[in-house]
Nanobody
Framework: QVQLMESGGGSVQAGGSLTLTCTFT??????MGWFRQAPGKEREGVAT????????HYADSVKGRFRISKDNNRQEVYLQMNSLKPEDTAMYYC???????????????????WGQGTQVTVSS
């Protein structure tokens, strides 16, 4: 059974930075993604990373500010968030899709393992 757990969330001022970490068990070669959900809004994709560690997708809203990476030896996925904005405030979730490569489309329903989330709050 795949298990994922997020950490690193917190409260920061606009313009600040945070790094989220997702620890996971099981096969290291599957697609991994970060998603977020703000109050009153639907869950949306933030970033994904594939088995080759080079096939990466970002939401337009975070491109240039966020960076996803993965360390298979440590079984961790990271989301480095810079230049944070109040609209980045959300619960951030780590998820796994059971295939080697992620899709250019988010296909959130295809992710079958999820962490419980870590809260990120950005104040102005």
């Amino acid at each position: 059974q795949v298990q994922l757990m997020e950490s690193g969330g917190g409260s920061v001022q606009a313009g600040g930075s945070l790094t989220l970490t997702c620890t996971f068990t099981g096969f290291t070669g599957y697609c991994m993604g970060w998603f977020r959900q703000a109050p009153g809004k639907e869950r949306e994709g933030v970033a994904t990373i594939s088995n080759d560690l080079r096939t990466i997708h970002y939401a337009d809203s975070v491109k240039g500010r966020f960076r996803i990476s993965k360390d298979n030896n440590r079984q961790e996925v990271y989301l480095q968030m810079n230049s944070l904005k109040p609209e980045d405030t959300a619960m951030y979730y780590c998820a796994q899709r059971p295939r080697f490569f992620c899709s250019a489309d988010w296909e959130i329903q295809a992710y079958n393992a999820w962490g419980q989330g870590t809260q990120v709050t950005v104040s102005s």
